[in-house]
């Protein structure tokens, strides 16, 4: 079973910073994703991965195959990215459908 | 393109009773997945279902079942409630089974009393 770990947990931030948030996994996967829940429940999806870096907009994820690692960072923040950023990732074989992470509750003050 | 749907949104049940939830995927899109959200353990997936087929099961009891009919839309079930499966349980679609962008829908949110 993997195991998904994220960090950091919590994370405030000043509108404009340059925010990371990390995700390491303890199983090989096929694929990784990142999701943004704001609150209310509705969940968005962010990036697919399963090797190298995608870039959308301000956003950028990255993923290491071989130190199982990714990490979401989103350039000159803003209050509209205040969300829960989730990470989850789907074992080879994938018989487990999707493993999530804890979440990133993060905060962009103004 | 209408995007994944989920009846009902809301839902009070006592505990005892059984619930029947519904998802209807992205038009074109064969396979459905269910998740639970909650506070204590975060998101969990449930179960996949493509061409009306389980393909995959998470580690919940037997009282947690699904169906797929035969255009994708899917239902889930839930008997004798428990006060722990209040939850939000979350539907996500897409394409084909085993790999692909999932689409999540807004969720039926559960409460158990």
């Known amino acids: 079973k993997n195991e998904v770990e994220q960090s950091p947990q919590n994370l405030t931030a000043q509108e404009g910073e340059f925010i990371t948030i990390n995700c390491s996994y303890s199983v090989g996967i096929s694929a990784l994703h990142w999701l943004q829940q704001h609150p209310g429940g509705g969940i968005v999806s962010l990036f697919m991965?399963?090797?190298g870096k995608k870039k959308h907009g301000r956003l950028i994820a990255t993923i290491n195959i071989q130190e199982k690692h990714s990490s979401l960072h989103i350039t000159a923040s803003h209050p509209r990215d205040s969300a829960v950023y989730i990470c989850?990732?789907?074992?080879?074989?994938?018989?487990?459908?999707?493993?999530f992470g804890k979440g990133t509750h993060l905060i962009i003050q103004p | 393109k209408a995007g994944v749907t989920q009846t009902p949104r809301y839902l009070i049940k006592t505990r005892g009773q059984q619930v029947t939830l519904s998802c209807s995927p992205i038009?074109?899109?064969?396979?459905v997945s269910w998740y639970q959200q909650t506070p204590g353990q975060g998101l969990q997936f449930l179960f996949e279902y493509f061409s009306e087929t389980q393909r995959n099961k998470g580690n919940f009891p037997g009282r947690f079942s699904g169906r797929q009919f035969s255009n994708s839309r899917s239902e889930m079930n839930v008997s004798t409630l428990e006060l722990g499966d209040s939850a939000l349980y979350l539907c996500a679609s897409r394409r084909t089974s085993g790999s692909g962008e999932q689409y999540f829908g807004p969720g039926t949110r559960l409460t158990v009393t």
């Open positions: 991965l399963s090797s």
């Open positions: 038009s074109g899109h064969r396979s």
């Open positions: 989850a990732v789907r074992s080879r074989g994938g018989a487990d459908g999707l493993t």
